[in-house]
């Protein structure tokens, strides 16, 4: 039995809870084989029964201690119809992730204070979130609400109480949410992923596929602070995949698309070098490289240009 199964319904989701994971790997739609297992399942964008059944195929495949169902932390995706396919017993959903400003009251989830169902997610193109309310939305998923305890969330000490009641149920311990919680379930278990130093990034390729605002913001206070120079340079996706030392790639759709131009190698999470943006080493061609992915809608404008001064002198400790 492995120690623990994480799902994820996309790749920068995946690979941010691979990044937490002592000796995890991450694989596309294939078991990786390590000790704790992250799958991406690739179903966020499915018909809810498919995304159902593909959960719960791994669910059966791969028996573990612990049984993560990552979510997106606003709401995306089929999370009710997931749900569905964990095995038996009590799931523990705790949606907040308080230090990327997702915070849940009376039932809601906020971004940044502001009600998601009335921010940019709204208006995602592929994945719209137009309810906030995190029950009623579940049920209309078909989520077997019965057995799911939703946990409010404002502060990383409520992360910490909802990690009581997980380690508190029998095995297959079943939790739910975004990264937040599964970080104090590792270091709680004793499975929190060791500091690997990196080397310093010089050539640099970065992929823009978000169409959210903060993505573009952070392009562009990239290009204004002059980022783009020497070896660092942006790419659109239908350009050749140039040889290059790292790449980053913003949002989970192109970082799949990328992952796939490079034959869907197995990825191994190295660090979260800043909040949710994680670097990862994969080989391909015979060529090993650094490969860093962000998800589309959060980050401050000046991400980017952090990013960029990390990784030129190598990375410090995870965040």
Same mark, same amino acid.
């Given at each position: ?19 937490l994971l002592?000796g995890?790997?991450?694989? /596309? ?6 000790? +704790?297992a ?14 159902r ?36 017993g ?14 849940? =009251?009376?039932g =809601?989830?906020?971004?940044n204070?502001?009600p /998601?169902?009335?921010?940019?997610? +709204? ?6 979130? =137009? ?5 009623e ?5 078909? #989520? ?18 909802? +990690? ?6 029998? +095995? ?15 270091? =709680? ?16 390729? /970065?992929?823009n ?7 573009r ?6 290009q ?30 192109t #970082?799949?698309? /990328?992952?796939?131009? @490079?034959g869907?190698p @197995?990825?191994?999470? #190295?660090?979260?070098v ?32 952090? @990013?960029?001064?990390?990784l ?8």
């Amino acid at each position: 039995m492995r120690k623990a199964l994480v799902l994820a319904d996309d790749l920068t989701g995946a690979l941010e809870a691979g990044a937490l994971l002592e000796g995890a790997a991450v694989g /596309v739609q294939r078991d990786p084989g390590t000790t +704790a297992a992250v799958i991406d399942t690739e179903s966020r964008h499915l018909d809810p029964m498919e995304a159902r059944r593909r959960n719960a195929e791994w669910v059966e495949q791969i028996p573990a201690g612990m049984i993560y169902k990552k979510t997106d932390s606003t709401l995306r995706g089929n999370i009710g119809a997931e749900l569905a396919a964990l095995p038996p017993g009590i799931i523990h959903y705790a949606p907040a992730y308080p230090r990327l400003g997702r915070t849940v =009251r009376e039932g =809601r989830l906020y971004v940044n204070g502001t009600p /998601v169902e009335e921010t940019a997610f +709204a208006n995602d193109p592929l994945s719209p979130v =137009r309810e906030g309310r995190i029950r009623e939305l579940l049920a209309r998923q078909g #989520a077997p609400l019965e057995r799911i305890r939703i946990h409010e969330g404002e502060s990383d000490p409520d992360l910490e109480s909802a +990690a009581d009641a997980v380690l508190a149920e029998p +095995a297959p311990k079943l939790a739910a949410g975004p990264a937040g919680l599964l970080a104090v379930l590792a270091r =709680r278990t004793g499975m929190s992923r060791r500091w690997q130093p990196l080397p310093p990034v010089n050539d640099c390729l /970065v992929f823009n596929g978000s169409a959210h605002p903060a993505s573009r913001a952070q392009i562009e206070a990239a290009q204004a602070a002059g980022v783009f120079a020497g070896g660092w340079r942006t790419a659109a996706l239908e350009d050749h995949m140039e040889p290059a030392a790292a790449l980053i790639v913003f949002g989970g759709d192109t #970082a799949r698309e /990328v992952l796939r131009r @490079l034959g869907d190698p @197995l990825l191994f999470p #190295a660090a979260e070098v800043l909040p949710g943006v994680v670097a990862s080493w994969l080989e391909s061609g015979g060529t090993r490289r650094l490969f860093v992915t962000k998800a589309g809608g959060f980050g401050e404008p000046d991400l980017l240009v952090r @990013l960029q001064e990390i990784l030129r002198s190598g990375a410090g400790r995870p965040r």
